[in-house]
């Protein structure tokens, strides 16, 4: 009986944060050796009313930094991924900044969360309560993973020589 | 400090085996009312060289019984999807079969799994001593998740009309 919230949330940022970067890195490599520009990168979609690859890269880092300032009672506005950046060295340096901040998270805050109550949004005008636990296992995480592994599968689908290593970020 | 292991893998199989369900039941109604055939359907992938959907569906199920198994220090052969079923009826009753094996899981063997050490294979001849805690959070969601969202991200590129809710299991 002894995952924390915090052993969750670190791992996160440390192992999975971690393998967003790295692949990342290979679709700057793939966007330099094919001539394909990062803005078309980023507008890859799976199907044609579905959100492209900047808007999934950007929630899936969303969830990641407000569930950490939710869980630790903080401040939640401003932590999202600078939409604005223009290239892979840009976007790369977002996401490290943003993976510092979730390290920085205090452990002990996040800690306490586990048996409190939140009242966590579900839609533009309604929202559920749920213990830290519950939104940690419920929400957060399906649906941070939801989003990284639809980032990963665009990159895949539009060419770049990602694999599971990378998603694991063991390679 | 008191999210168990259990805690963790009912979760998953209450939650999101019954969003994939819920999915599968789309993907059937997809099915008759576009008259695309199962096996169209599950010879679907996002990139040429990248497996299919009914071999992404299997690794779902696969990662979720044998981790199961392994941490409840049980028998893991013959515990994966039935890769033969033919039309959709068949596999959402495999997988509904699967989630029950699933639910009656031993609590308190998953519990005792979080500190001990499990040689965990991650390759063909090499394997990873890791403690039941680290395999669930570093190799086991991780991994569950990849596969569970390819196989969402493949139906919805087919043209099936899955939504968040049915992968959060709530429509």
Redesign the interface.
């Known amino acids: ?5 915090s ?2 949330m670190n ?1 996160l940022a440390t ?2 944060v971690h393998g967003l970067i790295l692949i990342l890195k290979k679709a700057k490599e793939y966007s330099v050796e094919s001539c394909t520009d990062y803005a078309t990168l980023m507008d890859a979609r ?2 044609p009313d ?1 959100y492209p690859l900047s808007w999934q890269l950007n929630a899936t880092l969303e969830i990641l930094i407000r569930g950490s300032a939710r869980l630790s009672r903080a401040e939640v506005k401003g932590l999202t991924l600078n939409e604005d950046e223009s290239d892979f060295d840009g976007l790369i340096a977002s996401v490290e900044g943003l993976q510092q901040k979730l390290l920085g998270s205090d452990s002990a805050l996040l ?1 306490q969360s ?2 409190e109550t939140f009242d966590v949004p579900v839609g533009p005008d309604a929202s559920m309560p749920m213990t830290g ?1 519950e939104y ?4 957060l ?3 941070f ?2 989003h990284l ?2 980032s ?2 665009l990159l ?2 539009s ?1 770049v020589a990602v694999g ?1 290593r990378d ?2 970020g063991v390679s």
Chains 1, 2 share one sequence.
């Open positions: 009986m002894s995952i924390s919230v052993d969750v791992g192992q999975q799976l199907h579905m800690d586990e048996a636990k940690l296992l419920k929400f995480l399906p649906n993973y939801f592994t639809t990963y599968d895949r689908m060419g599971k998603y694991l």
